[in-house]
């Protein structure tokens, strides 16, 4: 059975970086598909954050882009997002997934971020 | 790229059928079979209900169905159970920048 776990920091300070890790299990982060992250602010919509597959390739929501990191780990199975200069705005409910082709099948169960001095 | 657009609450009492809609445009639902909906319980993480318009993962009841005309995707839930009351969400691939939007989501009651 494929598992995803996210973990990282509850707590990020404005203007900090929001560093969040997904470990992989029931599945090789090195098999074809791409793994991505989606968040939720609290009582609000999702939003699509980015992907990447095992080669590196990226794909970014333009709206982040420029605060944005997303890397692969082969050697751990994992997964990584890195978010620059968080605001308040950037509070949710962060989750991994595994896509494929179009869709995820697979996710998380999320962790809260919260940003705030 | 703006989310898609899902009416904020649909409703029905047990064994209706219910249908949520999904507007995109012509650089999304319109021109891509590539429409998933989830279903989120409170607290929960998304689950995958529908995929590429309207396949149902294996082991999903035959409840759920999904359909798409023109830029408009639907997702209809008949037999309405108790257990069906949550949030909906659509998602589809697009042509721009931004890979993938979601819809805005419809919280899903039974009366």
């Known amino acids: 059975q494929v598992q995803l776990q996210e973990s990282g920091p509850g707590l990020v300070k404005p203007s900090g970086t929001l560093s969040l890790t997904c470990g992989v299990s029931?599945?090789?982060?090195?098999?074809?598909?791409?793994w991505s992250w989606v968040r939720q602010p609290p009582g609000k919509g999702l939003e699509w954050i980015g992907e990447?597959?095992?080669?590196?390739?990226?794909n970014y929501n333009p709206s982040l882009k420029s605060r944005l990191t997303i890397s692969v780990d082969k050697s751990k199975n994992q997964f990584s997002l890195k978010l620059s200069s968080v605001t308040a705005a950037d509070t949710a409910v962060y989750y991994c997934?595994?896509?494929?082709?179009?869709?995820?099948?697979?996710w998380g169960q999320g962790t809260l971020v919260t940003v705030s001095s | 790229q703006s989310a898609l657009t899902q009416p904020a609450s649909v409703s029905g009492s047990p064994g209706q059928s219910i249908t949520i809609s999904c507007t995109g445009t012509?650089?999304?639902?319109?021109?891509?079979?590539?429409v998933s909906w989830y279903q989120q319980r409170p607290g929960k993480a998304p689950k995958l209900m529908i995929y590429?318009?309207?396949k149902r993962p294996s082991g999903l009841s035959n409840r759920f169905s999904g359909s798409k005309s023109d830029n408009t995707a639907s997702l209809t839930i008949s037999g309405l159970q108790a257990e069906d009351e949550a949030d909906y969400y659509c998602?589809?691939?697009?042509?721009?920048?931004?890979?993938?939007?979601f819809g805005t989501g419809t919280k899903v009651t039974v009366l």
């Open positions: 997934a595994r896509d494929l082709l179009f869709y995820s099948d697979y």
């Open positions: 029931g599945d090789s982060i090195s098999s074809s598909r791409w």
């Open positions: 990447i597959y095992h080669s590196g390739n990226t």
């Open positions: 012509s650089s999304d639902v319109g021109n891509y079979n590539y």
């Open positions: 590429d318009v309207s």
């Open positions: 998602c589809s691939y697009t042509s721009t920048s931004t890979r993938y939007v």
